[in-house]
């Protein structure tokens, strides 16, 4: 077995650069499907900077390249084209199983892949979104069919809004058209009465509980969000306050099954795996916005601020 340092720089240093024996961990090699997009690009980060051997499998439905790019001159890192819904053979430790059309815009339209993919979180049955909450339930019960018929350990995640750097600029969710449209100097597009709630958690959070709950003893499933509530009005203000207070706010029509409220309850995931959010929504936002304003502009606007 190999060896590798443990954990953080900072903890390398407050041992004079030398990791005594005892302390060092075998190199786990981790698949990340869906490791391109939003959510496992952010967790290839971590777990290459913990030392891992990582192989991300995608078929960039709706991630790019660009989101892995910085790892690609690592011996430990590698990323391979390919549809999780066909069969792949590959010898690893732990999956952080994420490959899935997330967004709204992109899975109305691959609502069969959808079903198949999933791996996470049910309102109703027959409506526009079913596919995504049909296909999240029926991953858990395969899931958990899995574990106690082939005695594989598993791991369950409900993850809640989530938002940051690298997510997709168009994929409809309802901080990235903000934030994307008041950039653009576009009136901020409000669906119903905009008194609907949602609870956002910024993406180093939700990659550090789901680190948790995999090096954890605990299968789940626990909720992973930040309980602190918004409604979309009140998000709409944040984003003004963020990036121009003079953006415009325009009224639309909702979606028929919209759930009015989503928060999460995280007592568990507190209790049990010792995680809760730490950033709230005026300090991530900045974040994101940042890297928003980078790939709508490009490097020229950025130079001229
Ligand atoms: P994303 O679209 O940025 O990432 C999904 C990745 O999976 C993309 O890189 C895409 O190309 C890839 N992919 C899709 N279908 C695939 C397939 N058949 N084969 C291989 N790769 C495939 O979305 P995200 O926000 O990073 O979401 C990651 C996971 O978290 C998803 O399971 C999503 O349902 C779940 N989730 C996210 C949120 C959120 O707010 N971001 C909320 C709840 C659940
Ligand atoms: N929403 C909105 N404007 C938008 C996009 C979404 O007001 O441009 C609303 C949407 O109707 C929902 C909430 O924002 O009530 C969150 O939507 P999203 O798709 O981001 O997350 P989900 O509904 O899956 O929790």
Redesign the pocket.
């Known amino acids: 077995n190999r060896l590798a340092v443990a954990g953080h720089p900072s903890f390398r240093e407050s041992v004079g650069g030398k990791v005594p024996l005892g302390l060092r961990r075998r190199v786990l090699r981790v698949l990340v499907t869906g490791g391109a997009g939003f959510v496992g690009s952010h967790l290839v980060d971590r777990l290459v900077e913990r030392g891992d051997s990582v192989i991300v499998v995608d078929n960039f439905f709706t991630g790019r390249k660009g989101n892995v790019a910085h790892h690609l001159q690592n011996p430990r890192f590698e990323v391979i084209r390919h549809d999780v819904v066909e069969p792949i053979l590959l010898e690893v430790d732990q999956i952080y199983h994420l490959a899935c059309p997330a967004?709204?815009v992109h899975y109305k339209f691959h609502f069969f892949s959808k079903s198949f993919t999933n791996a996470n979180t049910s309102v109703l049955l027959i409506g526009v979104?079913s596919c995504?909450d049909e296909g999240k339930r029926t991953a858990e019960t395969l899931t958990m069919d899995y574990h106690r018929g082939a005695n594989l350990e598993v791991r369950i995640a409900r993850i809640?809004?989530t938002y940051g750097p690298r997510m997709c600029i168009d994929d409809?969710?309802?901080?990235?058209?903000?934030v994307a449209?008041a950039l653009r100097k576009e009136p901020?597009?409000?669906?119903?009465d905009?008194k609907?709630t949602?609870s956002f958690q910024y993406v180093s959070d939700l990659v550090e509980g789901l680190m948790k709950l995999m090096e954890g003893e605990h299968i789940g499933p626990f909720n992973l969000g930040n309980p602190g509530e918004f409604t979309?009005l009140e998000?709409a203000k944040v984003v003004q306050d963020t990036i121009d207070p003079e953006a415009r706010i325009e009224f639309?029509p909702?979606?028929a099954d919209?759930?009015?409220k989503?928060k999460p309850d995280i007592s568990r995931a507190k209790e049990l795996l010792g995680w809760e959010p730490k950033v709230p929504l005026h300090e991530g936002l900045p974040l994101m916005v940042t890297d928003f304003r980078k790939r709508i502009f490009g490097d020229q606007e950025e130079s001229t601020e």
């Open positions: 967004s709204p979104r995504y809640f809004n409809g969710r309802v901080v990235s058209n903000f449209q901020l597009t409000v669906y119903g905009g609907q949602r979309m998000l639309r909702n979606t919209d759930p009015h989503r």
